[in-house]
T-cell receptor, first 113, second 113 residues
């Protein structure tokens, strides 16, 4: 049973436009959410996170939105750059779980020049 | 620039052989996680340690996998005997016990023939 789902395995966007990556979760105990970016032959790199007490967190070109009632979060990248092309993983954790992360299956983002 | 390091980066072995993967967490981090990435399962948590003590290894096949932290600067994941279905990329990640972000190493790509 996948508790964190990324339903789009891939996404292509034109350089300069907005990229929107989506993630849904089923476990209502999750209270912390993260996005990781992964390039080939490298480990996932932490990108941005959000606590469940917030509905938005922004860091430069990256913004994460959390809709708790819908159990949905999204990552917006504006403007998208070719260097953003990577696999993006959404992850979630719950208080008291020793911060174990449950990952989604990833979305391959390709930013076209 | 503090990073998680993993050795070896690539390992090709034959079925039945013992495999040992090593991880050096970021200095000062007291939580260490082992993940496995496969095409089918995505990123799966295998085991994790806090202050060198194993907290959960329920994600690991117990009969052939073992994880240890001989000291605070070294975590090991051992497979004995290895099987072709163990072929995957194995990631180590470390973090601070009270924080939520995990920092990943570059991974060990294991191929069991």
């Amino acid at each position: 049973d996948q508790q964190v789902k990324q339903n789009s395995p891939s996404l292509s966007v034109q350089e300069g436009r907005i990229s929107i990556l989506n993630c849904d979760y089923t476990n209502s105990m999750f209270d912390y959410f993260l996005w990781y970016k992964k390039y080939p032959a490298e480990g996932p790199t932490f990108l941005i996170s959000i606590s469940s007490i917030k509905d938005k967190n922004e860091d430069g070109r990256f913004t994460v939105f959390l809709n708790k009632s819908a159990k949905h979060l999204s990552l917006h990248i504006v403007p998208s750059q070719p260097g953003d092309s990577a696999v993006y993983f959404c992850a979630a954790s719950a208080t008291g779980s020793a911060r174990q992360l449950t990952f989604g299956s990833g979305t391959q983002l390709t930013v076209l020049p | 620039d503090a990073r998680v390091t993993q050795t070896p980066r690539d390992k090709v072995t034959e079925m039945g052989q013992e495999v040992t993967m090593r991880c050096q967490p970021i200095l000062g981090h007291n939580t260490v996680f082992w993940y496995r990435q496969t095409m089918m399962q995505g990123l799966e948590l295998l085991a994790y340690f806090r202050n060198r003590a194993p907290l959960d290894d329920s994600g690991m096949p117990k009969d052939r996998f073992s994880a240890e932290m001989p000291d605070a600067t070294l975590a090991t994941l051992k497979i004995q005997p290895s099987e072709p279905r163990d072929s995957a990329v194995y990631f180590c990640a470390s973090g601070l016990g009270t924080g939520e972000t995990q920092y990943f190493g570059p991974g060990t790509r294991l191929t069991v023939l």
